[in-house]
C-alpha cells in the first residue's frame, strides 16, 4: 500500500473511531466512576463539597485544568478521555509499524475493540492510563529506557493495578539484561509528583496509595481466588478469541508483552476480587501484537472480529442495561436536589456530584451518620424502615428515598 492510500486509511480509523466516540460522549448516561472523577475535578477547582481522596488525582486534576477554560461540563470532561482514545489508537499505530510492513488492519481492530470505544467517552482511568503505558512500550522497543521509565510511572500514577505491568517491564529487562537501572530511575523520576502529593495531602509518600487498596477491598471479594470464576467468565467473553489466536505468535514474542500477559492475568483472575469487562482492557493490543505476528491476516482478521462480536455483545450489554435502569436515579437525584440535608445514598459517588449537598457512602452505619454528622436522607435501593419520602422505579430498579432525621418535620 503505497503511502498516500495507507494515510487516507488512517485517517478513515480515525474518523470513524472520533465519530463513534464523541457520540457516545453527548449521549451516554454517566457510569458510577465517572461521578467520583467529576467530583473530585469540582473538588480541586473548590466548588463542590465532595471528594474522593482515595482515587487517583492525575485524571481529575487534568479535568480541572479543562474546567478553567471551558467551565464546568460533563461533556467537556468526556471529550478529554475521547483525545485520549484517540492518542492510544496513534501511539498503538506507530507501535505497529516499528515491526509490520502494514500496520493499518492491526490499528483498525484496536480503534474498533469495543471496550476501547466505550471506556473512551466516559471519565475514567483505563484508556489514559492505556496510552501511557503503550508510550513505554514504545520507549522500550526504541531503547529509550529511562522515558520509558518515567511514562510506565505515569501510567501508574493514572491507574494504580498498572503497577503491574511495570513489574512486568521490570521483569522483561532483568531477563534480556537490558539496561535496568535507567528504567528504574525513570520511573522513580515519573513518581515524584506522585509521592509529593501523597506525602503532603495525606502524610506519606505511598499513604494515598494504601487508602485506595484499603477503600477498594472493603467492596471487593475478600481473599485469594474470591473472583476467579467471575473473572474467567468476562475474560472468555471479551478476549478469548485473541488468546487463541496468539498460540502460533507466542513464542517469538518479546519477553515484555508475556511477562506483562502472565502477571496481570494471574492478577485479575486469582487476586483481584473484582471481575469488570473493562478490567481487560489493556491485554487487547498485547494480545493483537502476538496475533498478528503469528498469523495471516486472514486467521487475524477472523479472530480480531470475532474478539469485536464478544466484547461488543459485553459492552451493549451493560451500556443498555444503563440506559434502562437510569431513569429512576435521575428522578431520585432530582427529587434530592430540591432538599438542602445531607444524604447518604447508594450510588453516592454520582449523587455527590450531582447534588449541591454533602453526600455519604453508605460504609458508615445510617444512626451514626445522623448522629455525627446529621445526614437527613437516605437515598438506597433497599427497603428500611424509616419513613420513605419518595419511591422511583421502573421495570430494573426501584430508588427510595428515605427521611432519617425524624427530629425535623
Known sequence: ???????????????????????????????????????????????????????????SLAVSGIWSLTGES????????????????????????????????????????????????HVHTDVPALALLLISIYLYRRDKHLPAGVAMAAAVTVRYIFALFAAGMALSYLWDRREFLKYALGGFIGAIPFFLHSTIAHGGPFAKAVMYISRVSRWSGSGPFAATVESLGTLIHTVSPLIVAAVPGWKESPTVEKSMIVLYTVFILFISGNYFHRYWLPLIPLLLLITYRGSNL???????????????????AGHSQTVRCNPPLDQSLDHLQEKE??????????????????VYSPWTNYEELRRDYGVEYVHTTSNLSYPLEASFSNDCWTWNIYRLNTSET
Do not use: C
Not at 463513534?20 to 466548588?47: K, R, Y
Not at 492491526?106 to 471506556?119: E, G, I, K, S, V
Open 74 to 121: 460533563t461533556v467537556a470532561a468526556r471529550l478529554l478521555i475521547v483525545l485520549t482514545g484517540l492518542l492510544t489508537v496513534l501511539i498503538f499505530h506507530r507501535l505497529a509499524e516499528l515491526e509490520f510492513d502494514n500496520p493499518l488492519p492491526l490499528t483498525a481492530a484496536f480503534a474498533f475493540a469495543p471496550l476501547l470505544l466505550y471506556w473512551s467517552f
Open 341 to 358: 440535608g445531607a444524604v447518604v445514598s447508594d450510588q453516592w459517588a454520582v449523587a455527590g456530584y450531582t447534588l449541591d449537598t454533602k
Open 1 to 59: 500500500m503505497n503511502h498516500s492510500r495507507a494515510y487516507l486509511v488512517l485517517t478513515l480509523i480515525l474518523a470513524i473511531f472520533l465519530t463513534i466516540t464523541v457520540t457516545g460522549a453527548l449521549a451516554s448516561p454517566l457510569e458510577w466512576d465517572e461521578g467520583s472523577f467529576l467530583l473530585n475535578a469540582e473538588h480541586l477547582q473548590g466548588t463542590d463539597v465532595n471528594s474522593e481522596p482515595s482515587r487517583p488525582m492525575a485524571i
Open 298 to 316: 486472514r486467521i487475524f482478521s477472523l479472530a480480531a472480529g470475532l474478539m469485536i462480536l464478544f466484547s461488543g455483545s459485553a459492552v451493549w
